[in-house]
């Protein structure tokens, strides 16, 4: 299992360090990052393999909802040398299907503009109009 989060790590880096997002992940701060969401109750984490290295992962939770339950991705990547291969999809049909009959909804938040959203809008997924993202920067000692 640590090994696996290991993997998952090093794939989370090169993934979001590179184009189009440009992240500056470090080691010790994507470990923490991933970690956090393998110790939340309701984890799922499935990992696409190739020749015993991690190429591909999908993390989330499931949660309860008024509406019936829906499974939130909170994170999903696969390595660079990978995308564009069908592994994306596979991760995501067999997500699908493993959750069962009890999960309603899948649900993420990605960036516009940008290559994941046309994966997952490939992939059936629809933007929710009456949704918005909102954020606040907090400025320490200013």
């Given at each position: 299992?640590e090994?696996?989060l290991?993997?998952?790590i090093?794939?989370?880096?090169?993934v979001?360090n590179?184009?189009?997002?440009?992240?500056?992940?470090t080691?010790?701060k994507?470990?923490k990052?991933?970690?956090?969401?393998?110790?939340?109750p309701?984890?799922?984490?499935?990992?696409?393999?190739e020749?015993e290295?991690?190429i591909g992962?999908?993390?989330?939770?499931?949660?309860?909802?008024w509406?019936?339950?829906?499974?939130y991705?909170?994170?999903?990547?696969?390595?660079?040398r990978?995308?564009?291969?069908g592994?994306?999809?596979a991760?995501l049909d067999f997500?699908?299907e493993?959750?069962g009959?009890e999960?309603d909804?899948i649900a993420?938040?990605t960036?516009r503009g940008?290559?994941?959203?046309a994966f997952?809008?490939r992939?059936?997924?629809e933007e929710?109009?009456r949704?918005?993202?909102?954020s606040?920067n907090?400025?320490?000692?200013?």
């Amino acid at each position: 299992m640590e090994n696996d989060l290991v993997q998952c790590i090093e794939t989370f880096m090169e993934v979001f360090n590179a184009e189009p997002w440009n992240d500056q992940w470090t080691f010790e701060k994507a470990g923490k990052y991933l970690t956090a969401f393998s110790e939340t109750p309701g984890f799922t984490g499935i990992l696409a393999w190739e020749n015993e290295e991690v190429i591909g992962f999908v993390f989330g939770v499931q949660r309860t909802w008024w509406s019936g339950d829906e499974f939130y991705i909170h994170e999903m990547c696969v390595d660079s040398r990978h995308q564009n291969t069908g592994i994306g999809k596979a991760l995501l049909d067999f997500l699908a299907e493993s959750l069962g009959e009890e999960i309603d909804n899948i649900a993420l938040l990605t960036e516009r503009g940008i290559p994941a959203e046309a994966f997952y809008k490939r992939n059936g997924f629809e933007e929710i109009e009456r949704l918005v993202f909102l954020s606040k920067n907090i400025e320490w000692g200013k």
